[in-house]
């Protein structure tokens, strides 16, 4: 993994903590899991949970018990995953003994097999995996049988192990990376809201809303762009969890997956092989460039909304970054002339959509230093660059000429985790350094992210984007 830019400008600059785990061993020494049985288990997950704390035994990672996890008032302390194998009660849920609803990570073990069907479109297995999760007030599920295990996320990615316990490389490779990188919605004291604030009625506005129409329109029959799934039609055990799960997802109606965006023109300046007050280091074939950082922002597609059915007047919301004093601010305009019955929330992704988007400025910079007959810094201060993230992958001929493709070996984390945004920028910068080994124009970047999906960000509209993408479905608009 690249180390190209410090733990400390991550910090500064995306608000990532510099305490954040990003290798699988630095993974392995922070989790701290504790085991929570329900009072009767099945044999096979008694069997299943010894092989498991075994496993984690051989990695380093100390399992607790419920006792040794717990604070005096009897609750989880912070930090702290619980697995929870089992059926509960609603008395003895996990959910009741933790402080906060983003402290902890909870488990749920079952001793059956994964509700999906290898013939379920992706839509329905993500409605399959949320509705457990509301149901059993869960972050993370895991099915056990006679000749598998199988791990199923918030975000819709489904991984089957075809044993009956729990190897150490499968947990060390993918369980704990999921352990130990909690899905979490933007808080609204982490950025700068303005309600109003997007002007809609500009030539500018209807520019960027066609692109985002058009690409729209090549997506709506793809069952790959995970669309919606309502809060409000999810089996709850009572009201008081619905309440309990909708202050978790920031009052949102519902879960959408993936985003279109459109990063706005940049004003750019060349890199420097030279330190200098503003300037950001960034270790790049064997030494470090010192980059200008300047503000940039993006139009993206709002939380919740459907992609594949946009109205651009209330779909789309603008995210930026202000930097100032070599600090980072994030922000975000809603478009003006909302009804009150609308609510506006930033995506999960909004921190990855400014990493990917801040990685696109510090190339450009870079290059203009470097190579600066390339094509790539002179678009994005002119027109931008476009970024398309579903939770599929493409095949290999689908990826865009010009295009550098990473991430395929990181830790499978979700998104809104603030590794997946630093996985975007470092994986960017290593995108950029093997396209310049290579010799080769950079146009952008293809990074994969195990386990979650792809984004796709460069120089190519978000339609021409969908077109590459979709290409049976690109005489359907």
């Not at 702290?80 to 990570?105: C, E, H, K, M, Q």
């Not at 199988?150 to 490779?173: A, Q, W």
């Not at 506005?205 to 985002?212: I, N």
Request: glycine share 8%; charged share 15%.
């Amino acid at each position: 993994m690249s180390n190209s830019i410090s733990p400390g400008s991550l910090h500064d600059l995306l608000g990532i903590p510099l305490d954040t785990p990003m290798s699988i061993d630095e993974m392995c020494g922070r989790l701290r899991p504790v085991l929570y049985p329900a009072p009767a288990l099945s044999l096979r997950l008694e069997q299943f949970c010894s092989a498991l704390v075994a496993a984690m035994q051989s990695l380093g990672i100390a399992v607790l018990s419920a006792d040794e996890a717990s604070g005096g008032d009897g609750r989880f302390t912070p930090g702290t995953v619980i697995l929870a194998p089992g059926y509960f009660s609603d008395d003895l849920l996990a959910i009741n003994r933790v402080t906060t609803l983003y402290n902890n990570i909870i488990v749920g073990i079952y001793d059956e097999p994964a509700p999906l069907t290898t013939q379920s479109l992706p839509q329905e297995r993500l409605d399959a995996i949320v509705g457990r999760l509301a149901r059993d007030m869960v972050h993370i599920l895991i099915f056990v049988t006679d000749c598998s295990w199988t791990i199923c996320t918030m975000n819709g990615g489904v991984v089957t192990f075809h044993s009956p316990y729990p190897l150490k490389e499968d947990v060390r490779n993918t369980l704990v990376p999921k352990l130990t990188a909690q899905v979490v919605p933007p808080r609204a004291e982490e950025l700068d809201i303005e309600h109003g604030a997007l002007m809609t009625g500009t030539p500018e506005f209807d520019a960027v809303a066609e692109d985002f129409m058009q690409c729209s329109a090549l997506w709506r029959e793809n069952a790959a762009l995970l669309t919606h799934t309502s809060t409000s039609g999810l089996d709850y055990r009572s009201p008081f969890y619905q309440r309990i799960v909708a202050r978790y997802l920031d009052q949102r109606s519902g879960m959408s997956y993936g985003f279109f965006a459109s990063q706005r023109p940049v004003a750019l300046q060349p890199a420097s092989l030279f330190a200098g007050e503003g300037l950001l280091a960034v270790h790049l074939l064997g030494r470090d460039i010192y980059v200008p950082v300047p503000q940039i922002s993006v139009m993206t597609t709002r939380s919740g909304c459907r992609k594949n059915h946009l109205e651009p007047k209330s779909d789309l919301v603008e995210i930026g970054l202000r930097i100032r004093q070599g600090k980072g601010r994030a922000w975000l305009k809603t478009p003006e002339g909302l009804s009150a019955e609308m609510v506006v929330k930033p995506s999960f992704d909004t921190l990855t959509i400014l990493a990917h988007a801040l990685g696109n400025a510090l190339i450009a910079s870079i290059l203009m230093m470097l190579k600066p007959e390339s094509v790539f810094p002179g678009h994005l201060a002119r027109f931008g660059a476009s970024m398309t993230h579903w939770h599929d992958y493409p095949d290999t001929w689908q990826l865009p000429e010009g295009y550098s493709l990473h991430g395929e070996n990181n830790p499978p984390v979700a998104c809104s985790t603030p590794q997946s945004a630093a996985y975007s920028l470092l994986g960017k910068i290593a995108a950029l350094e093997a396209a310049l080994d290579q010799g080769v124009e950079y146009l952008g970047d293809v990074h994969v992210e195990p386990n979650h999906g792809t984004n796709i960000v460069g120089t190519l509209s978000l339609t021409e984007t969908a077109r590459l993408l979709n290409p049976s479905l690109s005489g359907a608009c």
